[in-house]
């Protein structure tokens, strides 16, 4: 499941408010296939990748705006689902194999990843609606919000040094756990469609420097057959970013900019599935 947020300052100095507009997608559940592998070359050289492909299937969000600072003066919220969004992940890395003993394998990794997660806001509805709110004020009205189908896409990208532990429990088992640092170069585009202020199919775009830390741990069981794992894990990912810039891009051909505040994800799953070694 993920959870994705961030909100913006009124203006480019971080005031006008200091958060004028903040976004929260929860508990954002995906079905995910994934493609790994793992090779260890003359027993030290360790080479490891993976890429992935997530559907979604549940999830909201809950969209906010304000007039005072520190999220005070709420003169509009939405709330929407967010059950058909998609994500899609690559690693790759390279390290060499230290081996304490015959059970014990400590492997330092440099690698570089890339994250793209679409996040969608669909069936929307208004429940907070102030049409006397001062500077800025709503005029939707509360209730459904007909014909939502917006979207934000985020990247994240970057180099990541880590580490990967192996111990031999049993004659079969093996107990591993997976330790990362992520650098990230982050950039996002959301399509506000219902919008006719903005631009489409890019309103709005996002820029900031990361980073981000994931854990894993599990185990893997030898099957009978050469060289194949069945692995059964938990993992743990945390990114954050510094400010940043956002630029809305509007219908009459100007850019308005103001203050990216800050951009936070996270993301946990259990994996199951099949590894083969060469």
Known sequence: YDQLSWDIAGNLAGTGPNVISDLKWSNVGFHETRLGFRFIGDDTWYLK????????????????????DNRSLEYSRSLSDSDRSSAEDFSIAIG???????????????????????????????????????????????????????????????????????FATAKRWTTYA???????????????????????????????????????IGMSYALPTPNSFFNIGLNQSQYSTQAGLQNFYLANGTVASQRLNGVNWGSSSISVGITSQY
């Not at 890429?51 to 969000?61: A, V």
Request: proline letters at 4%.
């Open 49 to 68: 990748g993976y890429t992935s492909k997530g559907w979604g299937f549940t999830g909201t969000n809950q969209d906010s705006d304000y007039n005072g």
């Open 178 to 216: 997976e330790l990362e640092y992520h650098y990230s170069y982050y950039d996002a585009e959301g399509n506000w469609n219902l919008r006719s202020d903005l631009k489409h199919p890019k309103s709005f775009g996002q820029t900031a420097r990361g980073q981000g830390t994931h854990m894993g």
């Open 96 to 166: 060499q194999q230290i081996r304490i003993d015959n059970r014990i394998g400590i492997t330092p990794l440099v690698g570089f990843s890339s994250q793209r997660q679409t996040f969608t806001m669909t069936n929307g509805n208004q429940t907070i609606c102030n049409a006397g709110g001062s500077p800025l004020s709503c005029s939707s009205g509360l209730g459904p919000i007909a014909g939502l189908a917006s979207t934000f896409t985020t990247h994240w990208r970057g180099p990541w040094l880590g580490l990967d532990l192996r």
